[in-house]
């Protein structure tokens, strides 16, 4: 990317690469491994999309997704044959500039929220993901950032557990036996 671009010598500013231009001459660290992933799936994808009912005819069931899928499978290999034609960014690493430490960690964490959500259940899930989450990010103290996150808890599961009514993965927690709890005494307190 030419430095005068964005006006800063340094990408490592926190702004975006994802700008028109970017790197028009060159790849970044893990960009040919993703066109290549892109490939395999857009195949993938074209391969499923046959087995809905074949090439029979353009009116049915797996033309549109046949056809959706072969011009993601096109566009992906056009990708691809640019994308290795490049020569390799200078200065860049994939664990350092492309996917740092916390990225990886973060998607670790969201993959055990959704691992833990139905046997632990919503509240104590979504308290262990906050907490964690909100500590590696914001750097505060424990304390604040339990706070934070219980206080955040609580106004997320009252818009949409309550307010909404959303059934959430109740778990561990005898949720439904807290809301009758609380029905029958606001209920109690009418009828005096």
């Known amino acids: ?11 490592h500013d ?16 893990g960009e040919l491994v993703f066109t290549i992933l892109m490939t395999l799936g857009s195949a993938a994808l074209l391969w499923n999309a046959y087995g809905i009912a074949g090439f029979e005819a353009l009116s049915s069931p797996g ?6 899928a072969a011009v993601m499978l096109i566009s992906s290999i056009v990708i691809f044959v640019k994308t290795i034609g490049l020569k390799k960014v200078e200065g860049e690493t994939l664990t350092k500039d492309i996917l ?22 919503f509240i104590p899930t979504a ?7 909100m500590k590696l ?3 505060r103290s424990w304390p604040l950032t339990i706070l934070i996150a219980l206080g955040s808890l609580v106004m997320i599961w009252l818009i949409f557990r309550i307010v909404f009514t959303v059934l959430l993965p109740s778990g561990v927690v005898p949720e439904a036996e807290f809301i009758q709890m609380f029905r029958d005494l606001f209920s109690a307190g009418g009828d005096a």
């Open 127 to 133: 308290a262990i993901f906050l907490v964690l989450s």
């Open 137 to 139: 990010m914001a750097r």
């Open 100 to 121: 740092p430490w916390i990225v990886l960690i973060m998607f670790a964490l969201l993959v055990a929220f959704g691992i833990a959500l139905k046997p632990l259940g």
């Open 1 to 11: 990317m030419e430095p005068d671009f964005r006006g800063d010598a340094d990408h």
């Open 63 to 68: 033309a549109i997704p046949m056809a959706t």
């Open 14 to 29: 926190g702004t975006s690469d994802a700008t028109p231009g970017g790197y028009a001459d060159s790849r970044r660290p």
